[in-house]
């Protein structure tokens, strides 16, 4: 009987936890699709042919339509993963309001940010609803070149 209320007052206080202030409530992406790694300190800055990536792996992403997106940020940071609509670069200066601080969007074509991703969260997952080119980027870091690509086939 005492390590069953051990157990439950372990697993309350995990999940108290786990609501940390400015934080999204978020899935795993265990219903499949395609791992978008969300990652400063790791994916390093490199040149694609948008222009410079940093942050995200891969730095271009290429999906079937039909498929599903997810984005894990395994940073120790707070991320977003935010659309950057009607582009074809990067734009040199963030194209960010603090809307992209909230998650929306469950299709790629209607827009999409994972909202603020804690260390260790994953966002919500996203239809690849329509062939195009999608460009994204991270709210906090997007000087650092924190920004990738989605090309849906």
Do not use: E
Request: charged share 5%.
């Amino acid at each position: 009987m005492r390590n069953k209320l051990w157990l439950s007052a372990s697993l309350a206080l995990a999940s108290l936890s786990a609501c940390t202030n400015g934080g999204i409530p978020t899935s795993n992406g265990a219903s499949g699709g395609t791992k978008i790694i969300v990652n400063l300190t790791l994916n390093q800055q490199q040149p694609t042919i948008y222009g410079l990536s940093a942050g995200y792996a891969p730095p271009v992403t290429t999906v079937a339509v039909g498929s599903q997106i997810f984005f894990q940020n395994t940073d120790s940071f707070t991320h977003t993963a935010t659309l950057i609509p009607n582009v074809t670069q990067f734009p040199s200066g963030s194209p960010f309001t603090g809307k992209a601080l909230t998650q929306s969007g469950n299709n790629l074509s209607g827009g999409f940010s994972s909202g603020a991703l804690l260390a260790g969260s994953s966002s919500q997952t996203i239809s690849v609803d329509k062939a195009g080119t999608y460009f994204f980027g991270c709210f906090f870091h997007y000087g650092a070149n924190m920004r990738g690509v989605i090309v849906a086939q």
